[in-house]
């Protein structure tokens, strides 16, 4: 792939790591190109992401690079196609997203609670009182996997499929370590009817 068909864009304070120093770099998705380097975090490629949604751009293919070693291979590695999660407010999930109970923002993981029920497809994932429920993306259909958390913070059993829906009485959604503005008392993440192309 010819370099003038790449672009960069950095976030947060990372450092542009040294093979993409020279290339052209952006301010936001908004740029045309065949490839855009995404330099930071998963909540940053997920905001690339959700902003290549919401213009009907998926078609271009995003690289991350978070750390030094692997921005040579987001120059020369290829593409493919995975599943894209997104939740019912419109925003992508690169790595994971959190169900919370109110409470546990406040009184800490053990002491919280989060209750209602969640299914994943027709499955259920729980029906009465959890610590939490961690949902992440999966790189093959159906599309995404979630499991309830163990009062340690680790996921249990993983239930597969195209969506998680979650009805409770009060719950924060944290996606990709963000923290919901505010207590919802539904929740959905589903599979986009179109993928985005992962390099690597």
Known sequence: ???????????????????????PTA???????????VVG???????VLTRL????RLGVEVAHVRRPWQARRALSAPASRVPLIRDDSGTAVVGAALWLGEAQLHRGARAAKLTGEAVVDDEVLFDGTVTGVRIEPTSTLPG???????????????????????????????????????AVRRSTLYRHTEGWLRVG
């Open 1 to 23: 792939m010819s370099t003038a068909d790449v672009v960069v864009l950095p976030c947060g304070a990372l450092r542009i790591p040294r093979p993409l120093r020279g290339l």
């Open 27 to 37: 301010e936001s998705a908004d740029v045309d190109c065949r490839r855009l380097v």
């Open 41 to 47: 975090s998963d909540a940053d490629v997920a905001a």
């Open 53 to 56: 949604m919401r213009t009907e």
């Open 144 to 182: 995404l996997r979630a499991a309830v958390l163990s009062p340690h913070m680790r996921p249990g059993r993983w239930l597969a499929g195209r969506a998680a829906q979650l009805g409770t009485t009060g719950a924060f959604v944290v996606r990709d370590g963000q923290l919901g503005t505010r």
